[in-house]
């Protein structure tokens, strides 16, 4: 679901197998009003110590805990490229614009076309494919 951030506070780190993960206090509020209290982790910080604004647009899942830790929140900004095709990426354009690069690249390798294959089945060519949909499904 899509909400805002109304507050943000650092409440830690601790060391996990992908290492150092940083945890994040927050409160969220949806576009209808709803308001969801809980923690988030991050891998990585900013300069000013936290990953995310006040005020900033996210997508977000919310679990509650049932237990005496706070509910688990887990966010992705809006936007955010989810395949590392490095683009300025939005909505379901993504996982269109890269199933489709797929399924282009599954033809050509049906194609039994040893030329097409090799210059079209790379997973670097499906990205920059990928990225040539999505930007001209958001123009």
Known sequence: MKGKILEIESSG???SQHGTMYTYLMKLETQNGLTFRGQANAKSETKEGLPYKV???VEFEHEESNSSYPDK???KKEGADNYGGGGKM???NR???LSYAKDLAVARINTNNTTEINAHAKTQDIIDQAD???AW???
């Open 13 to 15: 780190s601790w060391e």
């Open 95 to 97: 996982s269109f614009a």
């Open 55 to 57: 005020g900033e647009d």
């Open 73 to 75: 929140l887990k966010i």
């Open 137 to 139: 499904l958001d123009s």
């Open 132 to 134: 040539t949909f999505v």
């Open 90 to 92: 939005k909505g379901n």
